[in-house]
Nanobody, 119 residues
């Protein structure tokens, strides 16, 4: 499993970013994909997930602001983040599992992409 996240950066509150995760080493279309984040001084938390049937899940704090999508032809999962808040500042990671999976047991993390929301 190889996951490469990109698209992070510094953005002002209220701004937008689109994260991408390029996946390889497994049958992408057969796996649910998720995004997790780790804020400074905090543990990893699931943010969003997309299932093989295109069903989606979001943690409460990002509902209505973030949208997850996938392109099976490109083996890529995306996270569109709008109306960003300072509390969204974190390193964002993707994972080839459902967001119900015990996050402490997942061990295929990529390098992540830093998102900083600040004025």
């Amino acid at each position: 499993v190889h996951l490469v996240e990109s698209g992070g950066g510094l953005v002002q509150p209220g701004g937008s970013l689109r994260l991408s995760c390029a996946a390889s080493g497994f049958a992408f279309s057969e796996f649910a994909m998720s995004w997790a984040r780790q804020a400074p001084g905090k543990g990893l938390e699931w943010v969003s997930g997309i299932y093989t049937n295109e069903g989606t899940w979001y943690t409460d704090s990002v509902k209505g602001r973030f949208t997850i999508s996938r392109d099976n032809a490109k083996n890529t999962v995306y996270l569109q983040m709008n109306s960003l808040k300072p509390e969204d500042t974190a390193i964002y990671y993707c994972a080839n599992t459902i967001p119900a999976f015990d996050i402490t047991l997942y061990d295929h993390w990529g390098q992540g992409t830093q998102v900083t929301v600040s004025s």
